[in-house]
């Protein structure tokens, strides 16, 4: 069993679409071992607990960021973690955190990187007039919303659509697309080429 340790800051959508994937088989040989907040009110924690799953509330408020990471990195170390999944966790990682799991993080970003990193990717699209958006799931580097990507899913951008409808319409997308990713990176049937992620049978 690989074990998964997911942090996150908000209501955690991503989180329960990767439990959910788990129950039902389609994340294979995978396990949550830890969900991980800096924020102690953030609804995924809640949401964790009532699955019966290991829940710690790590808070950042005030702390600088070498220290909380490092708390963070040890409570991940405690519960075994193989693959760390950033699931609207609202912090960027120190080096250290990063240096900890070499490729090894995962985060997924509502846009198609490197369009649009940063906040409100679903509101930058818009405004800048695309015509297509979605979302990416890539490795943490670290930079910013920057690493070598896993997976994107693309959605496209209706006249009508504002930044609700587009980002529900991303949303649907990243909890397909999330699992579907973690199932690569646990498979091990891929392997980085560069900033290419690709399958070990397809390679030239
Ligand atoms: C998602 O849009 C994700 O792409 C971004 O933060 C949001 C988290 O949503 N990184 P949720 O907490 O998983 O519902």
């Given at each position: 069993m690989q074990r998964l340790g997911i942090l996150l800051s908000g209501r955690g959508s991503n989180f329960l679409a990767i439990a959910e994937a788990i129950r039902t088989g389609r994340?294979?040989?995978?396990?949550?071992?830890v969900v991980v907040s800096?924020?102690?009110?953030?609804a995924g924690i809640e949401a964790a607990r009532g699955l019966d799953l290991p829940a710690v509330a790590i808070p950042?408020?005030?702390?600088k960021r070498a220290e909380h990471d490092a708390e963070v990195v040890a409570s991940l170390r405690r519960h075994r973690v193989d693959l760390v999944c950033l699931a609207g966790y609202m912090r960027i990682l120190s080096p250290e955190f990063v240096r900890a799991f070499p490729n090894r993080i995962l985060n997924i970003h509502p846009?198609?990187?490197?369009?649009?990193?940063?906040?409100d990717a679903q509101s930058q699209a818009l405004e800048y007039g695309a015509k297509v958006a979605g979302c990416t799931v890539h490795f943490v580097d670290e930079?910013?919303?920057?690493?070598?990507?896993?997976l994107q899913s693309v959605v496209p951008v209706l006249d009508e659509d504002s930044v609700e409808t587009l980002s529900a319409r991303i949303l649907e997308q990243e909890h397909i697309a999330y699992p579907e990713a973690i199932a690569r990176v646990l498979s091990g049937e891929f392997h980085l080429s560069g900033r290419r992620y690709i399958h070990r049978g397809r390679q030239t």
């Open positions: 994340l294979a040989g995978a396990e949550i071992a800096n924020l102690p009110a953030a950042s408020a005030g702390r846009s198609l990187l490197p369009a649009f990193p940063g906040l930079e910013m919303d920057h690493g070598a990507i896993v």
